[in-house]
């Protein structure tokens, strides 16, 4: 019997235990439910795509990362696919950041419900002024937040990164023009090999082997 092959724009399949299944899925009905009926941005929970979450969920895992930093936690949903991948792999550590003190203890309960808050430790406040304050190093870091700033905090995050790194960028095709300069520091960067995939709104991969 030849294997069946996945319609295109189907969800992806992930081993997820039932409870962790069911709290993504809710999260993704309230997203898109709560993003269609708020008119003001800073409302919105503006969550990746399940397509997208489960590609970092598989690249995660696939390259042992331990030491994660997530700019933009939103209400925890990509954070819960990144803390799960680290805990099903190398159990590592996960800082998460985001300005929006509703947004971050409508994560704080989320992971909580699945078991994975003692995986992360969540920061409030603006992701620049933030990285600053924290001492790495980090072996990858997934912008998600504020687009523009994004170079800013990779400049500021660069000595604080492992030789062997994994950076991420979601939003790459959606909004090609607040990406750009983001774009130009990555290929910027000596040793990194980076390509976009167009999974969801278009993620950036870029991967620096170490020594």
Same mark, same amino acid.
């Given at each position: 019997?030849?294997?069946?092959?996945?319609?295109?724009?189907?969800?992806?399949?992930? !081993?997820?235990?039932?409870?962790?299944?069911?709290?993504?899925?809710?999260?993704?009905?309230?997203? /898109?439910?709560?993003?269609?009926?708020?008119?003001?941005?800073?409302? !919105?929970? *503006?969550? =990746?795509?399940?397509?997208?979450? @489960?590609? +970092?969920?598989?690249?995660?895992?696939?390259?042992?990362?331990?030491?994660?930093?997530?700019?933009?936690?939103?209400?925890?949903?990509?954070?819960?696919?990144? @803390?799960? %991948?680290?805990?099903?792999?190398?159990?590592?550590?996960? $800082?998460?950041?985001?300005?929006?003190? @509703?947004? =971050?203890?409508?994560?704080?309960?989320?992971?909580?419900?699945?078991?994975?808050?003692?995986?992360?430790?969540?920061?409030?406040?603006? @992701?620049?002024?933030?990285?600053?304050? +924290?001492?790495?190093?980090?072996?990858?870091?997934?912008? &998600?937040?504020?687009?523009?700033?994004?170079?800013?905090?990779?400049? /500021?995050?660069?000595?604080? *990164?492992?030789?062997? $790194?994994? *950076? +991420?960028?979601?939003?790459?095709?959606?909004?090609?023009?607040? $990406? %750009?300069?983001?774009?130009?520091? $990555?290929?910027? =960067?000596? &040793?990194?090999?980076?390509?976009?995939?167009?999974?969801?709104?278009?993620?950036? /991969?870029?991967?620096?082997?170490? !020594?």
């Amino acid at each position: 019997m030849s294997p069946s092959i996945p319609k295109p724009g189907s969800k992806p399949e992930q !081993k997820l235990d039932p409870k962790l299944k069911e709290l993504l899925s809710e999260m993704e009905r309230f997203g /898109i439910e709560n993003d269609q009926r708020e008119t003001d941005r800073k409302r !919105k929970m *503006l969550n =990746l795509e399940p397509e997208t979450a @489960a590609l +970092l969920h598989i690249l995660v895992r696939a390259t042992d990362r331990h030491s994660i930093l997530e700019i933009g936690t939103s209400n925890g949903y990509s954070t819960i696919w990144l @803390a799960h %991948a680290m805990r099903s792999g190398t159990n590592g550590q996960l $800082v998460s950041i985001e300005r929006n003190p @509703a947004k =971050l203890e409508m994560a704080r309960q989320n992971l909580q419900r699945v078991g994975l808050l003692n995986s992360v430790t969540l920061l409030e406040g603006e @992701a620049s002024d933030t990285v600053k304050t +924290l001492e790495g190093p980090f072996d990858c870091v997934f912008f &998600d937040a504020d687009r523009t700033s994004a170079p800013k905090q990779l400049e /500021i995050l660069m000595p604080k *990164l492992e030789a062997d $790194v994994l *950076l +991420l960028a979601d939003n790459v095709l959606s909004h090609p023009e607040e $990406v %750009a300069d983001y774009l130009r520091a $990555v290929s910027g =960067l000596s &040793d990194f090999s980076s390509v976009t995939v167009p999974v969801g709104k278009g993620l950036n /991969i870029s991967y620096r082997q170490g !020594k």
